[in-house]
């Protein structure tokens, strides 16, 4: 154990504890004895700014605060990669399964660093929170019982069912200015609203820092965004990312983090500000952050963490950006001009101020009628929102009226369900025809049983959540899902159409007079404190030697993993291709969630939905592809295990951004499972292209985009130049067609060294036990 720690650089104690500080504050209550390091961190930059010699942006000060090594890293944005040491990793239980199997496959005693377990994903929305999260604690049982005792075993703190969301929890009780966080979820970044670097991250990345590992993460590029002018009347925080989603597109902030700044800030809150970073996983970003002020002291202190909010301000300066900084990319917003938006369908970049949503549905063959509205979710769920929303269903009861759309709350976390019952929140939404859900993800992530309509019927939703994919929340395609504020969502329930703008519109009350709503007012925290309700927290052991991880061989939820086979030494050749995809890929796409969360801790079981939702480029069908064996079409899951049973080779051939969305790796592990060796594309997001180096795949782009359109589902492809794989020299393709022509193309890739040795390995895995041997 001792040579393989000083082989990875395992910090044997965490950094803060050593240190002689100001003053020791703890990151968290649940964890007095693991300190914030400012010092650390103020140290770091002052070595990088000397180095550098110019002005740092707030990014830069939180990330090159980090540095394993800042005397000698190289620091290039956009190029170099960098060696971070985060102060501490979360994970929801979707992808703690896998996170928490690969960390037992480590051969480690404990996790190295702070880490949190957040239960919150496998509570399916069906008939009410109460009632829906007794069914999940029964079906979920094995799961469940699995993650509690592997967190006790391993160190890990576990937030059990109905604890809330795993980001409003980082929010009210881990996340602080200046943190270097990852999650095992894309929306990690709404860490962002406390001035904390939050990134979302696979299971994978997840286990390297559990292990101690320096946490690898190409250089990022800064994107300012400069907000001036006030908030007011409609416009809410939401409509700044559905505006910035509008202007840089689903892909627009990819490789970068958006750093937002200026005179504007402060008319945001704190939560508001978590909302904005948020969503910004939707525009490609890697994170999204906010610099250090007065609301967001105020949060911390009515959160009760008043010691960080003291500390932070002894240590401002290292939590804003210095005069003068650049920013590679600059866009401002006057937020005194900005109107409310909707985004969709479909898509979250497609921006629409409301005021002419109504107007283009129409042209569009959208439909008009709202079937059902929801509010909260991740990004949406603060007291603010709940407050804002309630503002606006008092007046519609105030003249006799409910809901005439479907109308459901989903809390973000257990404090925040306490709290808005307390003060009357939660039944005013409630008389106004609404259902409460439990404090999980729920429909957000297509855990909601829709009874109100069939499959393939066209109908619209408007949500307050941060994803509109098509089917991702009710599985069904032909659901028009538009995302926007949750006072916008309220105004729609009650009027029922998209053509109702609430800034302009008139409602008729039941006495048959007309009102307009009046712009919704209230309080950004409670008056008195925050009600905690249940405790639902459960400490690990300081002793676990006692403590037993089971996994049944027979299990149909969790599965131990297998070590996945080397690289043979050669070059890959007469590749099959699986499927040409055409169009947006998401990890939605390629390893849905819905009904198919149950799996996540089985990966053969889940690779049975393996791109069942890929569009395919030869016939225009999801989920139908040649069997190049047999030329019989079918499931691309059956077409996988058939090419590794008979010891075929196979790629994927992508377009755009593949792999979008969510930070789910096992969008990574099936492909791996089944055979893949390759996912050939014209760009991919930043989390699913690092999941595949970290699973022994080879993520590889065109050279020239135009080549895509040279290769056809029926071709073979052998991939030349791995025995001299090096960073930065492309490889080479040969296309060959059935004709027996062939053609050579030139395939990018961004491999460095170390995730050369992955794939070597057979994996990221493979590797840290080799090192461990």
């Known amino acids: 154990m001792e040579t393989y720690s000083k082989a990875l650089g395992v910090r044997q104690y965490h950094v803060a504890s050593v240190l002689c500080q100001r003053a020791k504050v703890a990151m968290s209550h649940f964890e007095p004895n693991e300190y914030i390091h400012y010092d650390l961190l103020e140290k770091n930059i002052n070595i990088v700014r000397k180095r550098l010699n110019r002005p740092l942006t707030l990014s830069e000060k939180i990330v090159y605060g980090h540095l394993d090594d800042p005397a000698g890293q190289e620091i290039e944005r956009g190029k170099s990669y960098l060696r971070l040491r985060p102060d501490r990793v979360a994970m929801q239980d979707a992808t703690a399964q896998m996170a928490m199997l690969q960390f037992i496959s480590s051969g480690l005693p404990k996790v190295a660093v702070p880490s949190t377990i957040h239960c919150d994903h496998l509570i399916e929305a069906q008939l009410g929170g109460e009632k829906d999260?007794?069914?999940?604690?029964?079906?979920?049982?094995?799961?469940?019982?699995?993650?509690?005792?592997?967190?006790?075993?391993?160190?890990?703190?576990?937030?059990k069912p109905g604890s809330g969301i795993i980001h409003q929890i980082i929010l009210e009780n881990y996340a602080y200015p200046g943190v270097l966080l990852i999650g095992t979820d894309s929306h990690t970044p709404?860490?962002?609203?406390?001035?904390?670097?939050?990134?979302?991250?696979?299971?994978?990345?997840?286990?390297?820092?559990?292990?101690?590992?320096?946490?690898?993460?190409?250089?990022?590029?800064?994107?300012?965004?400069?907000?001036?002018?006030?908030?007011?009347?409609?416009?809410?925080?939401?409509?700044?990312?559905?505006?910035?989603?509008?202007?840089?597109?689903?892909?627009?902030?990819?490789?970068?983090?958006?750093?937002?700044?200026?005179?504007?800030?402060?008319?945001?809150?704190?939560?508001?500000?978590?909302?904005?970073?948020?969503?910004?996983?939707?525009?490609?970003?890697?994170?999204?952050?906010?610099?250090?002020?007065?609301?967001?002291?105020?949060?911390?202190?009515?959160?009760?963490?008043?010691d960080i909010a003291n500390l932070a301000d002894e240590f401002k300066d290292h939590l804003v950006p210095d005069p003068g900084c650049h920013y590679d990319q600059l866009i401002e917003v006057n937020l005194s001009e900005l109107k409310p938006h909707i985004n969709g369908p479909f898509t979250p970049d497609l921006a629409h101020p409301v005021a002419e949503v109504g107007k283009v549905a129409?042209?569009?063959?959208?439909?008009?009628?709202?079937?059902?509205?929801?509010?909260?979710?991740?990004?949406?769920?603060?007291y603010e929102d709940m407050g804002r929303s309630a503002a606006v269903a008092k007046q519609a009861l105030a003249h006799g009226l409910k809901c005439k759309s479907q109308f459901t709350i989903t809390p973000g976390s257990e404090q925040i369900r306490a709290t808005i019952e307390r003060d009357g929140y939660a039944q005013i939404l409630r008389d106004l025809g609404g259902i409460v859900l439990a404090n999980a993800c729920g429909p957000c992530i297509g855990q909601w049983d829709r009874k109100d309509i069939k499959k393939g019927e066209k109908n619209t939703i408007v949500t307050s959540y941060n994803r509109n994919f098509t089917g991702r929340n009710d599985a069904n395609p032909e659901t028009h899902a538009f995302v926007t504020s949750p006072e916008i969502v309220t105004a729609l329930a009650i009027a029922g159409t998209l053509k109702f703008n609430p800034e302009t519109d008139y409602l008729t009350g039941t006495d048959g007079k007309k009102f307009k709503l009046e712009a919704p007012d209230a309080d950004e925290l409670p008056k008195a404190e925050f009600d905690p309700g249940q405790d639902t927290y459960q400490h690990p052991p300081k002793d676990s030697s006692g403590q037993h991880v089971d996994?049944?061989?027979?299990?149909?939820?969790?599965?131990?993993?297998?070590?996945?086979?080397?690289?043979?030494?050669?070059?890959?050749?007469?590749?099959?291709?699986?499927?040409?995809?055409?169009?947006?890929?998401?990890?939605?796409h390629i390893s849905a969630a819905g009904p198919w969360l149950k799996f996540r801790g089985h990966l053969d079981n889940i690779s049975n939905n393996l791109l069942i939702g890929a569009i395919n480029i030869e016939n225009g069908k999801a989920n139908s592809v040649r069997n190049a064996v047999t030329q019989e079409f079918g499931p691309v899951p059956d077409t996988a295990r058939y090419y590794k049973k008979h010891g075929i080779r196979w790629v994927v051939i992508g377009d755009e951004n593949y792999g979008e969305g969510s930070s789910r790796e096992h969008a990574a592990l099936e492909p791996r499972h089944l055979g893949a060796r390759a996912i050939i594309t014209k760009s991919f997001a930043r989390i699913h292209e690092t999941n595949l180096k970290k699973q022994g795949l080879l993520p590889l782009t065109f050279a020239d985009p135009a080549d895509y359109n040279k290769i056809h589902p029926v071709d073979k492809l052998t991939i030349q130049g791995l025995k001299d794989f090096t960073p930065g020299k492309p490889l080479k393709c040969i296309i060959k067609h059935p004709n027996g022509t062939q053609e050579t193309i030139l395939l990018n890739h961004t491999f460095n060294e170390t995730q050369i040795e992955w794939f070597r390995a057979g994996s990221a895995l493979n590797r840290m036990k080799e090192l461990q041997q």
């Open 133 to 159: 999260l007794r069914r999940a604690k029964d079906i979920n049982q094995e799961v469940y019982n699995f993650l509690a005792t592997a967190g006790a075993k391993y160190g890990v703190g576990f937030w």
């Open 190 to 306: 709404n860490g962002g609203g406390l001035g904390g670097i939050c990134i979302g991250v696979g299971g994978a990345d997840a286990v390297d820092v559990m292990a101690g590992i320096p946490w690898e993460l190409k250089c990022p590029k800064v994107i300012g965004v400069k907000l001036t002018g006030s908030l007011s009347g409609w416009t809410s925080p939401k409509d700044v990312i559905l505006k910035v989603a509008g202007i840089l597109t689903v892909k627009g902030g990819t490789g970068a983090i958006v750093e937002y700044h200026g005179p504007g800030v402060d008319s945001i809150s704190c939560t508001g500000m978590a909302t904005i970073c948020n969503m910004g996983a939707e525009i490609g970003a890697t994170t999204s952050v906010f610099p250090y002020n007065q609301r967001m002291k105020k949060y911390l202190s009515k959160t009760g963490r008043a």
């Open 551 to 588: 996994v049944s061989p027979t299990s149909q939820r969790l599965q131990l993993l297998e070590p996945f086979d080397k690289w043979d030494g050669k070059d890959l050749e007469d590749l099959q291709i699986l499927i040409k995809v055409k169009g947006k890929c998401t990890t939605d």
């Open 362 to 382: 129409e042209k569009e063959g959208w439909p008009l009628d709202i079937r059902v509205g929801l509010i909260g979710s991740c990004t949406n769920s603060s």
